[in-house]
């Protein structure tokens, strides 16, 4: 009789364990999908260093609708992710700022060169050898992609490479661009 008990119990105990592993699982950041931030944050202090070694910080770029993209050039994911930055930016202008920050410990020598085997001519590089960016964030791996309000909020973001040139992408920053509301919706867009 207690054998019947304690086995009750434990998978009582399982069963009560999953379903909080699947209501938290609901709610966890699939790599690549748009998360929208409820209500917006204001986004932590920090500052970065532009090719030429002047200091920059998201301050600077208030009253614009920012996509702030943390990465580096050993990261296969950010690597695949680059391009399709550099096609949003070259099509939305000047609308967004997209600020890529690479957390490359060595900094410009390595970031220049990728820069240019891969052609990316409109989104602008930061560097951040020192990772303050990713420890403010709280990052927990790259490459991760906060979308900033005009006002300096936190309105989303993205865990993993995505595709920003994707029409669900660009629509969910146009309608960022209408408003600073916060948008409900997500959508799951991959990168192989």
């Known amino acids: 009789m207690r054998w019947c008990a304690a086995l009750a119990l434990s998978l009582l105990l399982l069963l009560t364990r999953a379903g909080s592993v699947e209501a938290g699982a609901a709610e966890a950041p699939r790599l690549g999908e748009f998360f929208p931030v409820s209500p917006p944050q204001p986004a932590p202090p920090f500052s970065f260093v532009d090719a030429g070694g002047n200091a920059a910080s998201l301050a600077d770029f208030s009253g614009k609708l920012v996509v702030f993209n943390l990465w580096a050039t050993w990261c296969a994911p950010c690597l695949r992710e680059m391009p399709s930055l550099d096609r949003m930016q070259a099509r939305l202008g000047e609308d967004v700022v997209v600020l890529a920050i690479s957390e490359d410990r060595s900094g410009g020598k390595v970031v220049e060169p990728f820069i240019e085997k891969l052609g990316l001519r409109s989104v602008k590089f930061y560097l951040d050898p020192k990772s303050s960016a990713e420890q403010a964030f709280k990052v927990q791996g790259l490459p991760t ?9 936190v309105l989303g973001r993205v865990e993993g490479a995505a595709e920003w040139d994707s029409p669900k992408l660009l629509d969910t920053l146009k309608s960022f661009l209408a408003s600073d509301e916060p948008i409900k919706a997500s959508f799951r867009r991959v990168l192989p």
């Open 145 to 153: 992609s906060f979308v900033i309000g005009r006002e300096g909020d």
